[in-house]
């Protein structure tokens, strides 16, 4: 594992979809960043926004790759914007606001004129046709 990584006892989901271990409906990449779709997504297209460097806070990575994540947060807010013109952007940081995979992730939620989508309530977990959809909206072109 590279620099920035968990060791092999400290696994973490996000690094293993960053370093393509586990699967993931990837919509963006660079050398830093990665995007994907939330497999149980609050709407349709919720993004996730991950640096590739493992830290469980924004404020535990170097100030580099703090600034390739706004870079990529950019291109995907104008890509959810194909989706729907309005969205939530959310960073959880810290157990007691919510963050519940502690590698540092952002949330861009498009959002359609539905009531609060933020429930406690279980969430549906994304189909196989619907992420090849959002894959080829969110995608570059």
Known sequence: ???GSPSAAERCVFCDIAAH???AFV???DDQTIAFLDIFPFTRGHLLVIPKMHGARLTDLPFDHQTALVRTLDVMCHRAERLAPDYNLALNAGRNAGQIVFHVHFHIIPRYGEANPFRATSREPLGDDDAQA???ALSAG
């Open 1 to 3: 594992m590279g620099p």
């Open 21 to 23: 271990r586990s699967p």
């Open 27 to 29: 919509v963006f990449e």
């Open 134 to 136: 959002l894959v080829r």
